[in-house]
C-alpha cells in the first residue's frame, strides 16, 4: 500500500482569522493555536475545524499504540547500539526520547541525556485536553546510564481507578487538577505529587531516581510532532515553554522541577537555544523528522478522515518546500497582543530564499516521510538543496547510508 501527497493546487488553505473565529471560545486552547503553527496550518487545510476536535476524542488509545510503537523501536535500536551493532553511529538518528518526537543522533544520545537529566531518571508527560482541561492520559518514560530502559502508560480505559486518586492535601481528583487549578506548573507540581507514588508502585527498582513531570496541551504535542524540520522543532519546544513571553496567560508545556541546564537555556532567546540544543542533538545537521508510515497506511484503511488530515499536511509542507536551518534561526513568530487579547499576526514568516524540495532529492512522497538526514547546518552556503546532501534515509534499525563506510 503507497502514500501519495496532494498537488499543491488541490489544496485549499482558509484564512487565519476565518478559522480562528469559527472556533469557540470555550475551547480552552483556542488562544494558543496560532502559535502552535504546524496544527494551526492542519487545521486550517479542512473543510472545518471539527475535523481537528474529532480526531482528539477517545484519542488516548490510538496514542499510546503509536507510541508504544516508537518506543519498542528506539529501546531496540538504542539497545543494538550498545551491544554493538549499528556501526555507524554518527549517521543514523533515533527518537530522544525527552520528548519522544525529537530526534538525536545515536553518537550524541549518551553524553546529551546525562548532561541535561542525569545517570537516572523518570519523565512523565501528562496530556491536558485542549478543549477543558482535562487530564487526557500520562506515559513515562525511564532513561538509566542514557538507555531507555522502561516505559509505562495511564489511560483512563485501562486505570480509571488511578483517575479518581486524589491529592492528599487538596482533595482534588487527578483527572480534574487541570480543570481546578489554572496555572500550568502548579497543574505539574500537584500531579507530580500524586504521581510519584505510583512510579515507585510500578518500578521500586528506580525509587530514588530524579523524578519530572511534562505537562503540555495536545495541540502542543501534536503540533511537536507534525513539524518536519529538527531545527523548527527545536523552535517550538522554546515557543511552548516561554508562551508567557508572547504575552499568552500561560505555557502550552514545561518541566517540573525544570532540570537546571534546561532552566539555564530557557532563559536564552529563541534563536541561541534553537541552535545549543541542535548543536547537542544532531551536531547541527538538519534532519527531517520522520512521520510513521506504518500509522498512516493503518488510518488509511480503517479511519479514512484521520488519514487524509494528515497526508494534507504533510504535502502542504513539502511542496511548498521545508526551510534551511538558517532560515528556521531568523524567522519572525506571530505577535500577541496581550492587552486586547487578540493575534495581530499570525504564523512564522520565514525569510526568503531556497527551500528543500523532495523532488530536488530523488525521494518519492513516501520516503520524504521516513527521515532524511543532510549534511547542512546553519552555517551552508547553499542555493539548492540535492541528494548530494544527503548523509542517509530513514531511522534507527531501518537507516539507508548514502555514502562510503568511514
Known sequence: MSIEGYELKELKLRKKGEVLAEIPDSFYAKTFLPLADNVFTAIRLQ????????????????????????????????????????????????????????????????????????????????????????????????????????????????????????????????????????????????????????????????????????????????????????????????????????????????????????NIMFGLNRAHFTERLVKTLTEHRLYWNYMSTENLKEFKTEDYETYDYFIKFYSHQLENGIPLPIQSLNSTPPIYNKETGNWETMGFKFPDGPRIHYRDLGLTFEEALNGVLFDITHESKIDKVTRENIISLGHGLETTYLRPEP
Open 47 to 262: 473543510e472545518n475545524w471539527k475535523v481537528y476536535q474529532k480526531r482528539y476524542e477517545n484519542v488516548e488509545e490510538r496514542i499510546a499504540i503509536n507510541l508504544r510503537r516508537e518506543f519498542d523501536e528506539m529501546i531496540e535500536a538504542t539497545k543494538a547500539a550498545r551491544d554493538g551493532k549499528v556501526k555507524r553511529l554518527k549517521e543514523t538518528i533515533v527518537r530522544w526520547g525527552y520528548p519522544p518526537t525529537l530526534p538525536i543522533r545515536m553518537d550524541m544520545a549518551d553524553m546529551s541525556t546525562k548532561m541535561i537529566y542525569g545517570p537516572s531518571t523518570d519523565i512523565s508527560f501528562a496530556c491536558l485536553s485542549d478543549m477543558d482541561r482535562d487530564l487526557v492520559f500520562i506515559f513515562n518514560l525511564h532513561v538509566e546510564e542514557s538507555i531507555p530502559e522502561d516505559y509505562w502508560f495511564i489511560l483512563k480505559g485501562e486505570d480509571p481507578e488511578i483517575f479518581e486518586r486524589r491529592h492528599m492535601k487538596l482533595g482534588i481528583r487527578l483527572c480534574d487538577i487541570g480543570k481546578k487549578i489554572k496555572d500550568n506548573l502548579e497543574v505539574a507540581r500537584r500531579i507530580r505529587e500524586i504521581l510519584i507514588d505510583i512510579r515507585n508502585e510500578r518500578t521500586p527498582q528506580w525509587a530514588n531516581s530524579t523524578y519530572h513531570i511534562a505537562i503540555y496541551f495536545t495541540a502542543s504535542g501534536s503540533n511537536l510532532s507534525l513539524e518536519f524540520s529538527n531545527w523548527n522543532a527545536l523552535g517550538d519546544i522554546w515557543d511552548g515553554v516561554n508562551a508567557i513571553q508572547y504575552g499568552l496567560p500561560d505555557c502550552m508545556f514545561n518541566y517540573e522541577p525544570l532540570p537546571p541546564i534546561l
